[in-house]
């Protein structure tokens, strides 16, 4: 298995301000991915982040809202920019480790926009 | 478009009754079809899973039926307790690619 660790685990903030969410893993991973859990909806995946190249965006997500930082292979973060209350939400980082399909979540990032 | 369909949304169980969760995919390329489980203020962790060369994988009180020929598939406890109280994520993936698809989700509350 993989840990995975994310900090932080809740944060409320202003409308209009930046937060970054960290995610560290215990050990190498080539591919990291982001998720947004909305209240009482499924994940969906933002974007996959591959160490030493762009982070990859899903369709309804953009770099300038949700820059994504992925230094080396065991460690990420995901920022959510000028944020609005539609930002509440919570923010997932997982893992799969290298040829196997088990994907590992961290505990989550519970947003809430105020 | 959502890749997998999930139901139900909700689900009530009496303790010592079984619970079933369905799930539905249109995609014949997904290979790998996982049941993540997850407790408020925890992230998803899988609780089993199964590819599409068997119909039914079996771990303790977790069974996963597989259709291939109506692409479906459905989650089976037994002997439901209070504890399994959670919500559960049907997905899948696909043998060219790393992303996984999650159902909508299932909140499931077993009463004593």
């Known amino acids: 298995s993989a840990v995975i660790s994310q900090k932080p685990s809740r944060d409320i903030c202003q409308r209009g301000t930046s937060l970054t969410i960290q995610c560290q893993v215990d050990?190498?991973?080539?591919?990291m991915f982001w998720y947004r859990q909305q209240p009482g909806q499924s994940l969906t995946l933002i974007a996959t982040a591959n160490q030493g190249s762009e982070a990859t965006y899903e369709s309804g997500f953009v770099i300038d809202k949700f820059p994504i930082s992925r230094p080396n292979l065991t460690f990420s973060t995901l920022t959510v920019s000028n944020m609005s209350p539609e930002d509440s939400s919570i923010y997932l980082c997982s893992v799969h480790r290298e040829l196997s399909t088990e994907a590992f979540f961290g505990q989550g990032t519970r947003l809430t926009v105020v | 478009q959502q890749q997998v369909k999930q139901s139900p949304q909700s689900l009530i169980v009496q303790k010592g009754g079984i619970s079933i969760i369905n799930c539905a995919y249109e995609n014949t390329a997904f290979d790998y079809f996982p049941w993540y489980q997850q407790f408020p203020g925890k992230g998803p962790a899988l609780l089993i899973a199964i590819r599409p060369d068997v119909s039914e994988k079996k771990e303790g009180r977790f069974t996963i039926s597989f259709n291939k020929s109506a692409k479906q598939f459905s989650l089976h406890i037994m002997d439901s307790q209070p504890g399994d109280s959670a919500t559960y994520f049907c997905a899948a993936i696909g043998n060219t690619g790393n992303q996984f698809y999650f159902g909508t989700g299932t909140s499931l509350t077993v009463i004593p």
């Open positions: 050990s190498q991973v080539t591919m």
